[in-house]
């Protein structure tokens, strides 16, 4: 981990927030840290990991998707296969389980996709606790079906009509929320972003990923991979999996942003590729901006990959370069859907196939290389949405 | 005239507060969103607020996310930017006003924009220095981010006044009040700006707690939004910030009497604060 003082990545990072919730992410952090030194604590996440969210998740071979795309070998993290159709679930989990822990008995989380407000519901049910989940009307209206998963979890959706209407907006209201009810209420953040300690205690909920993915290989190939692709919008499943790699300089590690209509059109989501140094939402980082500094609307066929910033640690490891940082188009990546449906039976959810959009490219490197792929959720969430899209002859 | 364009930004801060105090009264803030409901409305609403009695003005720098805003701000920064309203427009407004009222002139915005300033922080504060203004209020850069603000805007004699809110903990008071500037902000609740039917229970406690470790004044603001609020915190504040009511204020008059309708609304209130 790449850190200059506790938060801070280099020059990203940081808390820039109100000074009402301040305290909160004191308390917050302590609890964290607490909560994992705590083997209780942590006996209980693995027990929830396993007998519910359904972890370890399996490593699958995938080698018609590797002949298309020119590799030797390209293997699927199945994230998808966790319970509530993607890796939110594994952070989502265990800050409520921290919630519970701090005697915080309700629960704010925002949403883009809809993953991340299911997952957040799914574990408040479990859990016992409230749970408010903000949505923009845009994602809302684009991911009806997570809307109603949601609802009959128990939790109340309020959708959010303003801005951009999408997930930077909801992120807004619910620190809005936070700072209202900051003394009942978890902020239940649900990727690496916003100000610390939550780019580094979802890093460390996610890290499972990367854990799982590295002894899966050891075991299955007895070798590491040469390369680790995953996709980003905050970017807390690519954390996850590259967290255990980081030190393996023979790897290499590619995260894939959205390229929307390509960046040269400016219609995009690609923070790292084409944004600037900024402030959005606690933190310091890269973001979308004008040169005025007011942040910029976005655009991804992806709802979850469809935000303007990037977490910190990523905006850090971009700039020195372990990570390499690479946009997909919404065209790529819909083609990358259909192709890793009828090539391996598997149906990815909209976010990863920007990561499967970038497997061509790197066959094109070289054919002998084995790629680990995060597949971090499910399509069936977006079948309306890619339903007038062309893909089914 | 003369006199006070030589101020520094602290000093005109002094200077508000003191007129204020001497006249036995607690000082207005007026929080004004620049370029709401129009851009060329703002100049005409400024003076009407000043010509209210006002002590300092906030003029609102608008940002596209102002995560610690309610409703009125949030809408008000939305017209605001659809007018494409900069920081740079609003350190010409604050310029027009100190050049022609000599007025205390505060600018509040998020961080964001004030990083991306033309030439950084470091331009930013010359150029506000040199419209007169007075300091900054920034409600999403605590004390700990604060540094490479204050590195710029203390050689310019700019203010960066910094909120404090119920849920600020003694010790958090005890370290970090004493380098305030200019005065200290309390928050009177625990949420976002905008208008509410009564004050916190607590405020007088609140700010009692801050008092024990400034001697500067002290000015409470959020949810303020009428003459007997501000009444109700004689005896406990030295000032009073008054936005969202002042902007709801503007946002229900008829187009062509909205400058006759803030300037009530503010002599309501500076009326209301004399003890």
Request: glycine fraction near 10%; charged fraction near 20%; include cysteine.
């Amino acid at each position: 981990m790449i850190t200059t003082k506790p938060g801070r990545y280099g020059e990203f990072g940081g808390q820039y927030l109100p000074e009402t919730l301040m305290p909160a992410v004191a308390e917050l952090e302590a609890a964290w840290l607490d909560a994992r030194a705590d083997a209780e604590f942590q006996d209980e996440l693995a027990r929830v990991l396993r007998d519910w969210v359904g972890r370890p998740t399996p490593l699958t071979d995938a080698p018609r998707l590797a002949r298309a795309v020119g590799l030797a070998r390209v293997l699927l993290k199945r994230e998808d296969l966790a319970h509530t159709g993607a890796h939110k679930i594994n952070s989502a989990v265990g800050q409520a389980l921290l919630a519970r822990r701090m005697g915080k008995h309700r629960v704010v989380a925002e949403t883009g996709a809809g993953q991340h407000g299911v997952a957040s519901a799914a574990a408040c049910a479990l859990l016992g606790l409230e749970c408010v989940v903000y949505m923009g009307t845009v994602d809302a209206r684009r991911q009806k079906a997570n809307v109603f998963r949601m609802k009959l979890l128990g939790a109340e959706v309020r959708e959010v009509d303003a801005g951009s209407r999408t997930l930077k907006d909801a992120v807004n209201e619910a620190i809005r929320d936070w700072v209202t009810n900051v003394r009942t209420t978890y902020y239940l953040l649900g990727s690496a972003i916003g100000p610390h300690p939550y780019p580094a205690m979802v890093r460390d909920f996610q890290a499972v990923i990367g854990r799982e993915a590295r002894e899966q290989m050891l075991a299955m190939l007895g070798a590491l991979p040469d390369v680790v692709v995953a996709c980003v919008g905050g970017g807390s499943n690519a954390i996850g999996i590259f967290s255990a790699f980081l030190d393996d300089p023979a790897v290499k590690l590619i995260g894939v942003e959205a390229g929307g209509e390509g960046i040269a059109s400016g219609k995009h989501a690609a923070s790292i590729v084409g944004g600037s140094v900024g402030v959005l939402h606690g933190s310091r980082t890269l973001v979308l901006q004008d040169d005025a500094g007011q942040i910029r609307e976005t655009h991804s066929v992806s709802a979850g990959l469809d935000y303007p910033g990037v977490g910190p640690e990523h905006a850090a490891l971009a700039r020195s370069g372990r990570v390499r940082y690479v946009a997909r188009t919404d065209r790529q990546a819909l083609d990358a859907f259909a192709l890793l449906s009828r090539s391996e039976g598997i149906i990815p959810a909209l976010e990863p196939a920007h990561a499967i959009a970038e497997l061509s490219a790197i066959g094109g490197d070289g054919p002998a290389q084995t790629v680990l792929v995060c597949l971090s959720g499910r399509g069936d969430k977006d079948l309306e949405i890619v339903m007038g899209e062309g893909l089914v002859r | 005239m003369t006199v006070g364009a030589a101020l520094s930004g602290t000093q005109r801060i002094a200077r508000a507060f003191a007129r204020a105090r001497e006249t036995k009264r607690l000082a207005i803030v007026v929080y004004l969103t620049v370029g709401y409901p129009d851009r060329a409305a703002t100049g005409a609403l400024v003076r009407a607020a000043l010509d209210g009695g006002a002590d300092v003005l906030e003029l609102g720098v608008p940002f596209s996310d102002p995560l610690a805003d309610g409703a009125t701000v949030q809408r008000a920064s939305e017209v605001a930017l659809h007018q494409g309203v900069t920081l740079a427009d609003c350190i010409a407004e604050a310029s027009t006003v100190v050049r022609e009222r000599d007025a205390t002139v505060l600018l509040m915005g998020y961080t964001n924009p004030f990083l991306r300033y033309r030439g950084g922080l470091r331009g930013f504060a010359p150029d506000a220095a040199q419209a007169g203004a007075a300091g900054i209020i920034v409600p999403d850069l605590p004390a700990e981010e604060a540094a490479e603000f204050d590195v710029a805007l203390d050689p310019e004699g700019l203010a960066r006044i910094d909120l404090y809110a119920p849920t600020t903990p003694d010790d958090r008071l005890s370290r970090l009040v004493p380098s305030a500037r200019g005065f200290v902000y309390c928050v009177s609740l625990t949420g976002i700006t905008g208008a509410r039917r009564a004050l916190g229970p607590d405020v007088a406690d609140f700010v009692g707690r801050v008092r024990r470790h400034t001697s500067l004044p002290i000015a409470v603001g959020f949810g303020i939004s009428n003459a007997e609020h501000v009444a109700s915190l004689r005896g406990i504040a030295d000032a009073v910030v008054v936005g969202s009511a002042a902007l709801d204020t503007v946002s229900a008059a008829p187009a062509d009497r909205r400058p006759e309708a803030l300037h009530g609304f503010v002599s309501a209130l500076v009326a209301a604060g004399k003890t």
